[in-house]
């Protein structure tokens, strides 16, 4: 006879299977000993038949608790291949985004290797400070050459100014002042990146929780 429930309590259930099963397998006992002159096993202290019928019963209780997890297994995963959640960003299947959602995570099955917009977003960032600071340094060195050249041209001592010196001294610095070349305006996109992923991730959390919360399932 099957048995139908929303995905939510197949969810309690497949947990507390692993449990129940987990437990099970270390308490289970299907071998001891016994003398030739006794009626009890050492361990157990119960006769051979007992013994025998006890450790047969926790086979089958087992057994058949592990059936229960693979059918329970199976109807959670047709139901996530075939129900269907929308987000801002497109619909998926259920499956779709629970794999999505992990990706975006870091938790996949490539792990934070999968966290592919992160690890975008972090080069991006990277390579923008370092070009940041670079270009900082290098107008820092021509800003003190400047200076140099300017005082060789006036004197130290000498308050007087001529602007035509000075003007090239000024073009100088103009023509070899370090850029930023940054054509993605790079701070921009990595806060839109930043937000369609954490959108996508609030979304597909809540979208799957109301699916698994609304959704039957039958084995």
Avoid: C, W
């Amino acid at each position: 006879m099957s048995e139908r429930m929303l995905v939510t309590q197949a969810l309690d259930e497949r947990d507390l299977l692993v449990k129940k099963i987990g437990d099970k397998i270390q308490k289970i006992q299907t071998a001891d000993t016994k003398k030739k002159n006794e009626e009890k096993t050492v361990s157990a202290r119960v006769g051979a038949d007992e013994f025998g019928k006890t450790a047969l019963a926790m086979y089958q209780s087992i057994m058949d608790l592990i059936d229960r997890y693979q059918r329970l297994d199976a109807a959670i995963v047709a139901s996530n291949a075939s129900a269907v959640v929308k987000t801002e960003y497109g619909q998926f299947t259920v499956a779709g985004a629970i794999a999505l959602r992990n990706r975006l995570k870091g938790n996949g099955i490539y792990e934070e290797a999968g966290a592919f917009e992160d690890r975008l977003m972090a080069q991006m960032n990277r390579q923008y400070q370092l070009a940041v600071q670079a270009a900082e340094a290098k107008n820092h060195s021509l800003e003190s050459q400047a200076e140099t050249m300017r005082l060789s041209i006036l004197g130290k001592d000498n308050k007087a100014r001529d602007d035509k010196p000075l003007e090239v001294v000024d073009a100088y610095v103009r023509e070899n002042t370090t850029q930023v070349v940054d054509p993605l305006d790079i701070q921009k996109k990595v806060q839109e990146l930043k937000e369609r992923t954490d959108t996508l991730l609030t979304e597909l959390d809540t979208q799957i929780k109301v699916s698994n919360a609304t959704t039957m399932i039958e084995f």
